[in-house]
């Protein structure tokens, strides 16, 4: 069965930087999109960005830009989410998504068929 397992989450203090990494495992997804949410306690599954299908075209939500980087690697297959400039509001479960539908706004969490188990990032004032 298809899975995808992330890592690189921690905790960190406001201002700093973390680097997660989301690689699949029991199938390739190099030929489809990819992208991270995430889920804060007590609050809904928020979108943070997502790549194209090559990795070429990236796109973030409107709290994360500017200080988040999404990339991916089809040669390992594997997509990174580059953290900079840290807060304590960044504070969540992050988790990788792959394969979206087509139609339904890419922002939406039930719009994407695959998930990881999720990765704590803890931001400290």
């Known amino acids: 069965q298809a899975q995808l397992v992330e890592s690189g989450g921690g905790l960190v203090q406001d201002g700093g930087s973390l680097r997660l990494s989301c690689a699949p495992s029991?199938?390739?997804?190099?030929?489809?999109?990819m992208g991270w949410f995430r889920q804060a306690p007590g609050k809904e599954r928020e979108y943070v960005a997502h790549?194209?299908?090559?990795?070429?075209?990236?796109y973030y939500g409107d709290s994360v830009k500017g200080r988040f980087t999404i990339a991916k690697d089809n040669a390992k297959p594997t997509v990174y989410l580059q953290m900079s400039s840290l807060r304590p509001e960044d504070t969540a479960v992050y988790y990788c998504?792959?394969?979206?539908?087509?139609?339904?706004?890419?922002?939406?969490?039930?719009?994407?068929?695959?998930w990881g188990q999720g990765t704590q990032v803890t931001v400290s004032s």
């Open positions: 998504a792959a394969y979206p539908r087509v139609g339904p706004e890419i922002s939406r969490p039930d719009t994407w068929r695959y």
């Open positions: 029991g199938r390739t997804f190099s030929n489809y999109a």
């Open positions: 790549t194209s299908v090559t990795g070429k075209y990236t």
